[in-house]
């Protein structure tokens, strides 16, 4: 049983960056999609990135093209979430999901077997 803990949330201003960990114990990330999603008050969760179950193939939302970046680490037991020029829309609480049958077209979708618990991330102006 995989499970997923984030780490790495917190209170930034506006224009700053953060980086965001998702470990996995009880397994590793190799052969699984790992992607992050990102839920903020009152509004649905929306996916943010995506990196392939191997290789460095790797998918955004377009709201975070450019300022996000998303990386798995060589003994692939944490995928990384890069985030820089942070602003207030990107405030929400922050998961990490993993799959290892998930197709790559529907990454954006679902469903993924494994979820961390979130993290909240914070941006004030």
């Known amino acids: 049983q995989v499970q997923l803990v984030e780490s790495g949330g917190g209170s930034v201003q506006a224009g700053g960056s953060l980086r965001l960990s998702c470990t996995a114990s009880?397994?590793?990330?190799?052969?699984?999609?790992t992607a992050w999603f990102r839920q903020a008050p009152g509004k649905e969760r929306e996916f943010v990135a995506a990196?392939?179950?191997?290789?460095?193939?790797?998918k955004y939302a377009d709201s975070v093209k450019g300022r996000f970046t998303i990386s798995r680490d060589s003994a692939k037991t944490t995928v990384y979430l890069q985030m820089s020029s942070l602003s207030t829309t990107d405030a929400a609480v922050y998961y990490c999901?993993?799959?290892?049958?998930?197709?790559?077209?529907?990454?954006?979708?679902?469903?993924?077997?494994?979820w961390g618990q979130g993290t909240q991330v914070t941006v004030s102006e």
């Open positions: 999901a993993s799959d290892r049958s998930i197709i790559w077209s529907q990454i954006t979708l679902g469903p993924y077997a494994y």
């Open positions: 009880g397994g590793t990330f190799n052969g699984r999609v």
């Open positions: 990196i392939a179950r191997y290789g460095t193939n790797t």
